[in-house]
Each structure stands twice: as C-alpha cells, then as structure tokens.
Antibody, heavy 118, light 107 residues
Framework: EVQLVESGGGIVQPGGSLRLSCVAS????????MHWVRQGPGKGLEWVSR????????AYADSVKGRATISRDNAKKTVYLQMNSLRPEDTAVYYC???????????WGQGTTVTVSS | DIQMTQSPSSLSASVGDRVTITCRAS??????VAWYQQKPGKVPKFLIYRTSRLHSGVPSRFSGSGSGTHFTLTINGLQPEDIATYYCQKYDDSPWTFGPGTKVEVK
C-alpha cells in the first residue's frame, strides 16, 4: 500500500522553528518528486514546496521562501520540511504529497498540524 | 507568478444535475492543470491531470476540459457523495499554485 506518514507538528511560539518529517512506503521513493502542501484553518490548499528525486532541485512558495527548507533522505524514504521564523499565519495542517507519473499530486498523507501561537 | 482563480466560489445543485466549475489562469499554462476533491474533514483526493485525464478509480461522471487560461471541471449527474470542495492547480512550473476552491453542496 502506498503511504505517506507525516510527523513533527506541534505548538510553537512566533519566531520558533519546527522540522516536519514524512516517511514514505509502498513505492519507489527515490524516483518521485515530493511536495508539501498546507491548509490553514478554514482555508484552501496552499502549495508550499517541492523537491526533485535526488534533492538537487527545490522550489518554494513566496510565503515561505527564505524561511523554509525542503530536503530528503532517500535511504530513509523520508522528506523533511524545516520551518524557521514561524509566524501565526503559518498555522496549518501540513500535507506531504507525492508527484504522480503524469504530474499532479496523486498520494497525500494524513497531515500534521502546526500551530504558531504565544 | 501566475494566479489561479475559480468560479463560482460555491454552488448548490440537485442530485443528477450537471455541475460545471471554472478555473482561470492569469497566463497561458497550456494544459498543465490538475483537479482535486476535498470532502469535509478529509484529505484531498486527486481527480484529474493534464486538464482532462482521469486519475485511476475516479468515476467517469467527472470530466475536465480547457487549455491556455480557461479550464473546467464538470460533474455529469451530481451524486450525494460529491459534496466537497474542488480545487484546480497549475503545474507548468513552480509555484504549483492552487485555485481558491469551489464548494459544492447538494440541494
């Protein structure tokens, strides 16, 4: 079964940091681009970041550029999202997603919740 | 960056109705559009890629069309289980921006 399991969410004060993790199983992780997508409370989906199969190419939404770093460890079948200088507007459910063979995001994790509050 | 808009923001239709959701890009994105369905309290589900190609297992009542800057998602024969918010997404290049979503309710 293809599966993505996120962890690392929690409550953090403004200005703090968190590292989100996503462990993949059931597919050839090292051959797939991976993404993070977030959804604030009562809001729509917001694309956050993507990373190439070997980690050599990354991209970010303007809203997190300079504060977020996506990375991966293919040996551990894990993708990470390091978030620094967190703001209240970063409060959201963060989904790890897999890019499909024909593009689009075909597999989603259950999400991990990040709350930025003092 | 290219912006994505959707209309309407919400709609209410009867079971069996044909429902059409429009997605517009601020610049030409060829056919690099995907659609997702998110039911209340659930994880988004991948529906369509490359404007019109159904993902595996998606019911045939769903269809997509368009190119360039104008795209549509159509549900032919709305079912109660189709109550959800639908999002388009561009993937011609980063950022892979989502539209704001269209909430579909059944009368």
């Amino acid at each position: 079964e293809v599966q993505l399991v996120e962890s690392g969410g929690g409550i953090v004060q403004p200005g703090g940091s968190l590292r989100l993790s996503c462990v993949a199983s059931g597919f050839s992780f090292e051959t797939k681009w991976m993404h993070w997508v977030r959804q604030g409370p009562g809001k729509g989906l917001e694309w956050v970041s993507r990373i190439k199969t070997d980690g050599s190419i990354t991209a970010y939404a303007d809203s997190v550029k300079g504060r977020a770093t996506i990375s991966r460890d293919n040996a551990k079948k894990t993708v990470y999202l390091q978030m620094n200088s967190l703001r209240p507007e970063d409060t959201a459910v963060y989904y790890c997603t897999k890019e499909g063979d024909y593009y689009g995001l075909d597999v989603w994790g259950q999400g991990t919740t990040v709350t930025v509050s003092s | 960056d290219i912006q994505m808009t959707q209309s309407p923001s919400s709609l209410s239709a009867s079971v069996g109705d044909r429902v059409t959701i429009t997605c517009r890009a601020s610049q030409d994105i060829s056919q690099y559009v995907a659609w997702y369905q998110q039911k209340p309290g659930k994880v988004p589900k991948f529906l369509i890629y490359r404007t019109s190609r159904l993902h595996s297992g998606v019911p045939s009542r769903f269809s997509g069309s368009g190119s360039g800057t104008h795209f549509t998602l159509t549900i032919n024969g709305l079912q109660p289980e189709d109550i959800a918010t639908y999002y388009c997404q561009k993937y011609d290049d980063s950022p892979w921006t989502f539209g704001p979503g269209t909430k579909v309710e059944v009368k």
